[in-house]
């Protein structure tokens, strides 16, 4: 006969893969799988059954959840076996739960890290669109948002396209005008960088001047997509003319 510790061991197994999703919610975890493919009449219900089952179905038979959750035990047992620090979490048939949610990934081995589920994507209105500062939404951005968070958006975009006070007025052609002196000296400070890298690499007057050109076109649109505010407008042909030709006056002074 097995020794009972043994035994005890194995069904510590089967309990881990069956209910870790009743724990754990939607952490990874074998319990669908196993009930839909694994747990017939005629199934092997131990718990080498079970994991030979799970084994059997594939990567594309098996769930994405169970794929993790096999990953995870399989990149883990140090940090969930005897001294590990998800030990206690491991014999209750919280392993997933205490390696994801209860214990710091710097505190878990190299292999166990690597074995992680990735970090769901940042979404929804504060987590994504408003994360670096409140701005207006595309149609399609607004679409993703639902309940409260609409909600939300909606207010704050009504107030702001409600009428202004003078002194709000102001205060937003103040906002305007210092963004764009700060990216119109950025701008220049590329232009006339390309410029000298130009000069020093042996280029003649008329290909400094096309090196400032091309940095001047990438530093200006980089500006403009990186304003999460909106408050920033594309800049003209016009005006990156007007940049570049500050930035060549500024080598010239430099002679």
Request: hydrophobic share 40%; charged share 30%.
């Amino acid at each position: 006969p097995r020794a009972p510790r043994a035994m005890a061991a194995r069904g510590r197994i089967v309990v881990i893969l069956v209910a870790a999703a009743l724990v754990a919610g939607e952490l990874p975890s074998c319990e669908t799988d196993t009930a839909e493919h694994c747990l017939g009449e005629s199934a092997d219900l131990s718990s080498e059954g079970i994991e030979a089952c799970l084994s059997a179905l594939g990567d594309e038979g098996r769930s994405e959840l169970c794929n993790a959750y096999l990953k995870l035990m399989a990149g883990c047992g140090a940090d969930y076996g005897r001294g590990g620090v998800c030990e206690d979490g491991h014999m209750n048939g919280e392993t997933a739960a205490c390696l994801i949610q209860r214990v710091a990934p710097e505190k878990l081995s190299e292999a166990c890290r690597a074995a992680l589920p990735a970090v769901e994507e940042a979404k929804g209105l504060f987590g994504l669109y408003w994360k670096d500062g409140k701005r207006e939404l595309s149609e399609d951005e607004v679409g993703d948002l639902i309940g409260d968070e609409l909600d939300t958006y909606l207010r704050w975009i009504k107030k702001k396209k409600g009428a202004k006070s003078q002194r709000g007025k102001e205060r937003d052609y103040a906002v305007r005008t210092a963004k764009k002196a700060s990216a119109t000296k950025a701008i220049v400070a590329a232009a006339a960088a390309a410029a000298r890298a130009a000069k020093a690499a042996g280029e003649d007057a008329k290909g400094q001047l096309a090196a400032a050109q091309d940095a001047a076109d990438e530093a200006a649109t980089e500006a403009v997509e990186g304003d999460m505010t909106g408050t920033l407008k594309p800049f003209t042909r016009g005006n990156i003319k007007g940049f570049v030709a500050d930035a060549m006056g500024q080598l010239k002074e430099e002679l």
